[in-house]
């Protein structure tokens, strides 16, 4: 009997990418566990991550290239699927121009190396100014703002966990999510060391989440309200000169435009909206500015609100002027294994707008707000008739489902590329199978720049793809060719990692020798707090922009805004979204071993004070709607919750009974309820507002 085959990969579920160790036996993935040896991970890795096993050994994955014929999906070739999509989407096209086709990438393409540049060459190719990504519902936002204040949309200064004193956390759920934007493989470790060593850890969030519990102090504040909260803090620094002078006369520019503006917002003035009493944003404010080391972190609880650039922005400013950013314990800029910050770089270019039937819209990072995807396929003068969806579920990750449902279905074609037949796929003409984490070679490339502890990784495919299946960087080369009508049998496709092999030049490194090394894996030195002024700002003049003229409308709106929250009545419920250990997006909804006892469903959390106002019982069945959709759920009481905020799991809803599991625990597609359309994101970034929805609700009981 062969021995087992041991073998080192990573994980590529979300930014950390720990370290994995793989035993194989005959050729099958028999395990998978936290490598112990991994130089930065140090043995750390999720129970998600190793729950990908379960994906991998899914029989309800896509196995082989399927087209739709009626309400069945029949089994064809990969030469007829590839010649099926080059010959529609030519055919839209020389009917109704380039546009005619759109592109929807979705999150897990964030944690593949080799599909970005394939899916670029192929959007060149077709020449569509219509394209979207899964970017616009969780962090468009950060990539909007990083470009206007720095210069480039791939500057995200972390914080300083290790070395700092006082952690101010906005949004963020680190026990769940493990930190977007930054790379850290135990964050709860490394916050508890900081609590220990007596850091103070402030949260604040609608709810007491997991992390807040024997790790920090909770800012209980009403959803959708941090700008405020940001601009009084600031506010209070200006107006009791607790400025750190030489840091913002040495590296920041617009600074007494950014005091005029924040001087609307007195902590005074925001107490209501913000849901805290003036003193204590005063006192907040105070003791930021008076701590030796502080530094900030927000997350995807403020991203997907109205204005999560304006947070953003205000965000590193708080930490600008009180002498905090670049610097030991506060916020520093993470180096990876090719300099990110140049790669993502304006070079003095202003945001790029395109007209449409919309009026002006802006590309961030390429891309289209996705909360218009539907109205440009159903409402437009010039409609998307064709759509390419790419690793994404837009039917249940956009708002407003029910509007995107009738958009798929009155589309004349449609692909879907995934590693399921999703709620999307229901509505596609021609399915075409992916390849898993394991399945394809790739480094990583999601920590670039946001590394606590910068280091690159490559990965062989553990195992050959099974069945049918091919890695997206393929796919995406073959529908190229097919599409140009290059399809030969002939055609040598490009080496996926030609790019990333060029990149890894700048750290003296290559493909083959990581691949070479016992433990693939290169830790990089970590760069200087300094070197974020010294040599990363990407602005025009080196310098911090500290009011943005770009975001000049942006700064309107906020009063707008604020002047809509202050005169809400004050019984008015908001909905926000709660992440669970036990769900990651869509595409977890079909492991099994992650549907526990309470997690069979995703209730409406309420406040039990919520609940016996309006007579209803723990258990019950409530209508949940508003002016965008309605849907019928069973509440949960949860005094974690601050009184007033509701909140559900997303990612639940999955239709069609090919997925086993998501159909016995079919659950609710929360986004029924969000806004879609010209005014439901944030002009600025195209980021979705999808976090503080007006709701109502009635028992539904009887």
Not at 222 to 236: G, N, R, T
Request: hydrophobic share 40%; net charge negative; with cysteine.
């Amino acid at each position: 009997m062969d021995q087992p085959v041991i073998k080192r990969t990573f994980c590529r579920v979300c930014e950390p990418s720990c370290g994995l160790i793989a035993t194989l036996e005959q050729g099958e993935i028999k395990s998978i566990m936290p490598d112990k040896d991994h130089p930065v991970t140090k043995g750390f890795a999720c129970h998600k991550g190793l729950a990908v096993l379960d994906i991998h050994n899914d029989p309800d994955r896509l196995r082989w290239p399927l087209q739709k014929n009626g309400k069945t999906f029949e089994r064809v070739s990969w030469a007829t699927a590839d010649a099926t999509v080059g010959e529609r989407l030519r055919a839209l096209q020389a009917r109704h121009g380039k546009n005619a086709i759109g592109i929807y990438s979705g999150n897990p393409l964030a944690f593949n190396s080799t599909a970005g540049p394939a899916i670029s060459s192929f959007v060149g190719a077709i020449g569509s100014r219509r394209n979207f990504s899964s970017g616009t519902q969780d962090c468009a936002n950060k990539f909007a703002a990083s470009e206007a204040v720095f210069g480039s949309s791939t500057i995200h200064p972390v914080p300083d966990i290790p070395e700092t004193d006082l952690l101010l956390i906005l949004g963020a759920n680190p026990r769940v999510s493990h930190m977007s934007f930054v790379s850290i493989a135990d964050p709860i470790a490394e916050l508890r060391a900081a609590k220990k060593r007596g850091a103070r850890l402030i949260f604040v969030d609608p709810r007491q989440n997991e992390s807040v519990t024997g790790l920090g102090e909770l800012l209980q504040v009403k959803p959708d309200s941090d700008v405020y909260l940001l601009s009084a803090m600031l506010e209070h620094c200006f107006r009791e000169a607790l400025i750190d002078q030489a840091v913002i006369r040495a590296h920041g520019e617009n600074v007494a435009a950014l005091e005029a503006f924040v001087a609307q917002y007195p902590a005074e003035r925001v107490a209501e909206v913000v849901g805290l009493a003036a003193d204590e944003i005063r006192s907040l404010a105070a003791d930021f500015a008076a701590a030796e080391k502080a530094s900030v972190y927000m997350s995807t609880g403020v991203n997907m609100g109205r204005q999560g650039a304006v947070a953003y922005w205000l965000l590193y400013m708080l930490s600008l002027v009180t002498g905090n950013l670049g610097r030991t314990g506060g916020n520093r800029y993470a180096n990876g294994f090719y300099p990110a910050a140049k790669a993502g770089a304006t070079r003095g270019q202003p945001p790029r707008y395109q007209d449409s039937s919309f009026g002006k819209l802006r590309t961030v990072r390429g891309s289209l707000p996705g909360n218009l995807m539907a109205d440009m396929i159903l409402d437009d003068p010039d409609p998307i008739r064709g759509l390419i969806v790419i690793s994404g579920n837009p039917l249940l990750s956009i708002g407003n489902s029910e509007r995107m449902q009738a958009a798929l279905e009155q589309l004349e074609f449609l692909v879907v590329i995934d590693i399921y037949p999703s709620a999307t796929s229901e509505f596609a003409d021609i399915t075409l199978p992916a390849t898993d984490m394991f399945e394809r070679a790739d480094i990583n490339l999601a920590g670039l720049g946001l590394q606590h502890k910068p280091f690159v990784q490559f990965t062989e495919a553990l195992v050959e793809p099974g069945f049918e299946r091919k890695p997206e960087w393929e796919i995406m080369a073959r529908l190229e060719q097919a599409y140009l009508n290059d399809a030969t049998s002939d055609t040598a496709l490009p080496d996926p990692f030609a790019r990333l092999d060029h990149m890894l030049g700048a750290s003296s490194t290559s493909i083959s020798e990581l691949s070479a090394a016992r433990i693939p894996v290169k830790v990089l030195e970590t760069a200087a707090p300094e070197s974020l002024f010294e040599s990363v700002i990407q602005t025009d003049t080196g310098l911090v922009d500290c009011c943005p003229d770009t975001m000049k409308d942006a700064r309107l709106r906020c009063e707008a805004i604020f002047k809509s929250l202050s005169a809400e009545p004050t019984s008015q419920l908001k909905l926000i979204s709660r992440r669970t250990n036990y769900m990651l997006n869509s595409w977890f909804h079909n492991v099994d071993q992650l549907k526990r006892p309470k997690h069979l469903d995703n209730p409406l959390y309420i406040h039990p004070s919520d609940a016996q106002s309006r007579q209803l019982q723990d258990g019950g069945m409530v209508k949940l709607f508003n002016e965008f959709g309605a849907l019928t759920t069973r509440i949960a009481f949860d005094e974690t919750l601050r009184p007033g905020v509701v909140a559900m799991t997303h990612g639940w809803g999955n239709k069609g009974r090919r997925m086993k599991t998501a159909a016995k625990y079919e659950g609710t597609n929360t986004n029924v309820l969000l806004p879609s359309g010209p005014d439901s994101f944030e002009p600025f970034s195209n980021q979705s507002f999808m976090t503080g929805i007006p709701v109502d609700l009635q028992d539904a009981s009887s």
